[in-house]
């Protein structure tokens, strides 16, 4: 019997590969955020297509029912609200919570996850793509199902970012003057070879709990990329470096030229900066890589317009005004999200001078200001615990959809944060009115909020 692999991330180059190169060895469910496909059949036999919301918990363990193993290869995923508040690293965290929670809950055997190299196999550093990578790969590993990360760098292969950019910058630039962090070394990785490293860790007990770098067989630079590219493309290109860093005006560049979204130039760019040089184990030693970066190359110019197709999915019927708020507090004193949320209630109207009242009406948390009832939150037993708090928004004059949106506080990262979500809010107020108003309100709001929280924390600390 064939063993079942759900796949996060399906619709990305990667995941479509996977289920057309393996889809006589595994069964697959593939996730989406779209509606389902029209037809069942879609996307090859032995594909499953579910439909989840990965910001729903509840979601995610449907989404991950009847699976032996996981797949997780969300990186980055782009806004399905109109407003989206919040960092990528935080919402990275929210949906890898979810869904480690969802494979602990289903009791899953294993999670693969495709991760990023880090700078001379060290800890990342700032706050940028490669530490979101390195959180999400904490945040997975919290829970009780086995965890195997394979960090990559670069991955040339058809369809894929990378060679996308590379091509792109190639057909319309003849003139490339490539800021420093085009120069850095580099350890590219063919997507064949991603494609069996992820293949060999799956269900393989030896790599359950280890972290694997996989690089290819060469070092190069982003530079000496785009010379080989632009001479397999038969282009007359002149690329060369200048003496600048200027990341911040490389990623408009980039985005611009390739055409690509810059939120996906972001983690392009940021993953260039430094040298990216693997370590290495012994998943390389007893499967050397075998794709050069000449090879990829070829390969991906050679099956660019083969890509395994995505199913045609139905259009669904959304709400189009609809709010994302996914915000990190600081927690030191190690409060549970349980308390949080109930400081929160006692916290606000003291910083409103009791202009903003709440009231308890059983499990319903009314917040108003004199006679005008503002929200009603109902806490959810049933889903809340001591590390997460979950309330449905049911009422109040701020809200045009009681049927919708849920707000939420649960503990991340071992407890280091709580993260203060809200989550498919649709407000009564006219969208420009509530964007410039009450959108503007709650992010001040949660800013005090977080300042207020590390207040305690020292205060804790000192009288400690």
């Known amino acids: 019997m064939k063993p079942t692999v759900v796949i996060a991330g399906a619709t990305g180059f990667l995941g479509r590969w996977f289920m057309h190169t393996f889809r006589d060895r595994y069964h697959f469910i593939a996730l989406t955020r779209k509606s389902l496909p029209l037809w069942p059949e879609q996307g090859g036999s032995g594909v499953e297509w579910r439909q989840a919301e990965l910001y729903s918990l509840s979601e995610a363990e449907r989404a991950v029912e009847g699976a032996d193993f996981a797949l997780y290869l969300v990186h980055s995923m782009r806004p399905s609200t109109r407003l989206n508040q919040g960092s990528f690293r935080d919402t990275d965290i929210l949906l890898a919570d979810n869904f480690a929670r969802a494979a602990a809950a289903k009791k899953l055997q294993q999670i693969v996850f495709l991760s990023g190299l880090q700078p001379d196999g060290g800890q990342p550093s700032g706050r940028g793509h490669l530490q979101s990578r390195h959180e999400v790969e904490q945040t997975l590993a919290q829970y009780s199902t086995p965890l195997t990360v394979l960090r990559a760098g670069l991955i040339l292969g058809p369809g894929g970012t990378t060679f996308l950019t590379l091509k792109r ?49 060469g070092r190069t630079t982003y530079l000496d990329m785009l010379r080989l590219l632009s001479k397999k493309m038969g282009r007359r290109r002149w690329v ?7 990341p911040g005006f490389s990623r408009l560049w980039i985005a611009w030229f390739a055409g690509l979204n810059r939120d996906l130039a972001l983690p392009l760019v940021e993953s260039l900066e430094k040298d990216l040089l693997g370590q290495p184990n012994w998943l390389q030693r007893q499967w050397p890589p075998k794709q050069t970066v000449s090879m990829a190359m070829d390969e991906a110019l050679r099956l660019e317009g083969e890509v395994p197709p995505l199913p045609v999915f139905r259009e669904g019927e959304n709400e189009r005004n609809t709010v994302r708020s ?13 308390w949080v949320a109930r400081r929160y209630q006692t916290w606000l109207p003291v910083l409103f001078r009791y202009l903003i009242r709440v009231e308890q009406r059983g499990d319903t948390s009314v917040f108003r200001i004199g006679p005008f009832e503002l929200l009603h939150l109902q806490l959810i037993g049933g889903r809340s615990h001591a590390g997460r708090q979950l309330f449905y928004i049911v009422g109040g004059q701020l809200v045009k959809r009681r049927d919708y949106g849920w707000l939420e506080f649960r503990t991340v990262l071992s407890g280091r944060y709580t993260m203060a979500a809200i989550h498919e809010f649709v407000p009564t107020l006219p969208w420009y009115v509530y964007m410039s108003t009450q959108a503007i309100a709650h992010l001040w709001v949660m800013h005090r909020f977080s300042k207020y929280l590390g207040r305690l924390g020292k205060e804790k600390e000192a009288g400690a």
């Open 169 to 217: 910058l190639v057909e319309r630039l003849p003139v490339m003057a490539c800021p420093q962090w085009a120069s850095s070394l580099q350890e590219p990785v063919g997507w064949r070879d991603v494609l069996s490293y992820l293949h060999h860790v799956l269900g393989n007990a030896d790599a359950y709990g280890s972290t694997f770098d996989i690089r290819g067989p």
């Open 240 to 246: 060369f470096s200048v003496p600048a860093g200027m």
């Open 326 to 338: 996914v915000q990190r507090l600081p927690n030191p004193g190690g409060w549970t999200a349980a």
